[in-house]
Every structure is written in structure tokens, then in C-alpha cells.
Nanobody, 115 residues
Framework: VQLQASGGGLVQAGDSLRLSCAASGDTFTKYVMGWFRQAPGKGREFVAAVSWNPGSTYYADSVKGRFTVSRDKAKNTVYLQMNSLKPEDTAVYYC?????????WGQGTQVTVSS
């Protein structure tokens, strides 16, 4: 199983970014896919997740109303639309997939928000 994340970058406060995470390999049974992040000097924290079926979504309080997680079942891809970005959103964002075969992580993509 491989998770390929993309879409990070350097933006200004108030801007938007969309992260993508494409899953490949033995991903037939997917339960939940989502995003975590890790800021410098801090632990990894949950950001958002979506259940593959029926598509229920979950968010950390810090991103509710600003971030939207979604999935494209045909493309085996999960997205994180991030709006109204703040400097405190600066972190490496990791994609996570919980499958029948186990839990998997992507390589991380850097998001930097300048004030």
C-alpha cells in the first residue's frame, strides 16, 4: 500500500490550499482515510478524516468551518481543502489510511502559512 500526498506549499494567511492523497496497492477495503499534521517541536495531531462508506466526516475543533475533507472513490483519493489558513496551520501534513490490512502513512507534505 502506498499513499502519495501532494499539494502543500507556502501561502499567506487567509489563502487556501488543497491537499491530495492517492492510495495505491492493496486498498480494496478502506475504512477511514484522513489527515494528521505535525508542527515543529510538537506531536502529530489529528486534523480531519472521512469514512470510505458512507462518507462521514470528522474534524479537529481547530479546523472546523475552515477545512473540508472529501474522497473520490473512483480515484482512491482523499482531499483536504484548506481555507482561511492561519500561521498556526503551518506543519507537515500526513495522509493516513486505515484499511483491513492495517494503518498506513504517506510521506508528508509541508504547508507553511506566513502572516
Amino acid at each position: 500500500v502506498q499513499l502519495q500526498a501532494s499539494g502543500g506549499g507556502l501561502v499567506q494567511a487567509g489563502d487556501s490550499l488543497r491537499l491530495s492523497c492517492a492510495a495505491s496497492g492493496d486498498t480494496f477495503t478502506k475504512y477511514v482515510m484522513g489527515w494528521f499534521r505535525q508542527a515543529p517541536g510538537k506531536g502529530r495531531e489529528f486534523v480531519a478524516a472521512v469514512s470510505w462508506n458512507p462518507g462521514s466526516t470528522y474534524y479537529a475543533d481547530s479546523v472546523k468551518g475552515r477545512f473540508t475533507v472529501s474522497r473520490d472513490k473512483a480515484k482512491n483519493t482523499v482531499y483536504l481543502q484548506m481555507n482561511s489558513l492561519k500561521p498556526e496551520d503551518t506543519a507537515v501534513y500526513y495522509c493516513n489510511a486505515n484499511l483491513r490490512s492495517g494503518s498506513y502513512w504517506g510521506q508528508g507534505t509541508q504547508v507553511t502559512v506566513s502572516s
